[in-house]
């Protein structure tokens, strides 16, 4: 069975960091990009940050660029995202995307939310 389990969401103050976690199991963890997207209340998806299957290259979207920061450990099945000086427009519940040719896969999501 695929699954990809996002955690680590929770509430936080303004300033405040978290780290995310997204677990894979079901499929060859190594040969897939994985990415983050975020979703807040009454907007589009947002796809802000990708890592390579080699973690050799990495992407920020600008609004998360210097804040956040991707990673993966290939040998644990897993990645993650470490947040840092989180604000308030940060909350959204966060989802973690598993990708490689034809095969795309989802976690369920976990909320993250800033408070003022």
């Known amino acids: 069975e695929v699954q990809l389990v996002e955690s680590g969401g929770g509430l936080v103050q303004a300033g405040g960091s978290l780290r995310l976690s997204c677990a894979a199991s079901g499929f060859t963890f190594d040969d897939y990009a994985i990415s983050w997207f975020r979703q807040a209340p009454g907007k589009e998806r947002e796809g802000f940050s990708c890592?390579?299957?080699?973690?050799?290259?990495?992407y920020y979207g600008d609004s998360v660029k210097g804040r956040f920061t991707i990673s993966r450990d290939n040998a644990k099945n897993t990645a993650y995202l470490t947040m840092n000086s989180l604000k308030p427009e940060d909350t959204a519940v966060y989802y973690c995307n598993a990708e490689f040719l034809q095969d795309e896969y989802w976690g369920q999501g976990t909320q993250v939310t800033v408070s003022g």
């Open positions: 890592i390579s299957s080699s973690d050799r290259i990495t």
